[in-house]
């Protein structure tokens, strides 16, 4: 059986309360976060992020020293993936959205890609993995 090298992370959140003074409250999170000064961090192990893949590469503690093998996605980040699927569901959007007055968008194959999309968001949002 052969041997894979997993990267996997979460994300922990530091954070820092600060008071600014500004006008409104867009500038004052603008000068948060302009200030580069992390001097006071606390850290928030409570609200630590889920588990996820970075990277896999073949072979025995290969990491960053083989090609990495590509990932499925239902591995990656929550977030990452809603944002990564947001092209494709732009795409169908602009197509919906740029149809001839009253009908659906010309050809057949956006029912397969918009169909196919909302499997997907679908799986995202229920954290699953991506369907086949």
């Known amino acids: 059986m052969p041997f894979f090298t997993i990267e996997a992370t979460y994300r922990f959140p530091v954070y820092r ?54 990932v499925p996605s239902q591995f990656g980040e929550s977030v990452q993936r809603r944002a990564d699927h947001f092209e494709t569901l732009l795409g169908l959007l602009k197509l919906f959205a740029h149809a001839p007055e009253g009908g659906p968008p010309d050809g057949e194959t956006w029912r397969q890609r918009a169909d196919a999309a909302i499997a997907k968001a679908e799986a995202i949002l229920a954290g699953a993995r991506d369907p086949d």
Do not use: H
């Open 17 to 70: 309360q600060r008071t600014y003074e500004a006008d409104t409250v867009a500038q004052a999170c603008r000068l948060a976060i302009e200030d580069d000064d992390w001097s006071d961090q606390k850290e928030d192990f409570e609200s630590s992020g889920e588990t996820y893949v970075t990277g896999a590469w073949p072979g025995a503690d290969s990491a960053y020293r083989a090609t990495a093998l590509p």
